[in-house]
């Protein structure tokens, strides 16, 4: 039988947070909450349809959000093999097109794409990484 509700909690340890954490995300509205017999429920169809749709959160044994635009400087790293340090300088240069986020930088796909495209064709890379 699959659940229909979760608890805050159950919410909160998904995704590696704190109490305080867990209850701003409640508070923004971005999934439907319920209160019964005066506790706050979570709906579990529209917390992962929320989940799928955003890119801050990560569950922390489970899939990663379906519908992943963003890139995270870390995600970068992870996929080029380079530091999260050498990945930044490229964004402060320029050479990486980013947006500032409540939760650090974020990089769109196609832009991180189409930059790594050129970036691997380059003499640079090919003689330094």
Not at 40 to 53: H, L, Q
């Amino acid at each position: 039988m699959n659940k229909k509700s979760m608890k805050v909690k159950e919410m909160a340890d998904m995704l590696g947070l704190k109490k305080t954490d867990s209850y701003y995300l409640l508070h923004k509205g971005w999934f439907e909450v319920v209160t019964i017999q005066g506790k706050m429920r979570i709906m579990v169809d529209s917390f992962e349809k929320w989940y799928n749709s955003q890119t801050a959160y990560k569950k922390v044994n489970g899939p990663p959000p379906a519908n992943i635009e963003y890139y995270t400087l870390k995600d970068i790293s992870e996929i080029t093999g380079k530091s999260v340090g050498r990945i930044w300088e490229r964004v402060n240069k320029g050479q990486i097109s980013a947006v500032h986020t409540q939760k650090g930088y974020r990089v769109k796909k196609e832009d991180f794409e189409k930059w790594y495209a050129e970036y691997k064709e380059t003499w640079m890379y090919k003689c330094y990484g």
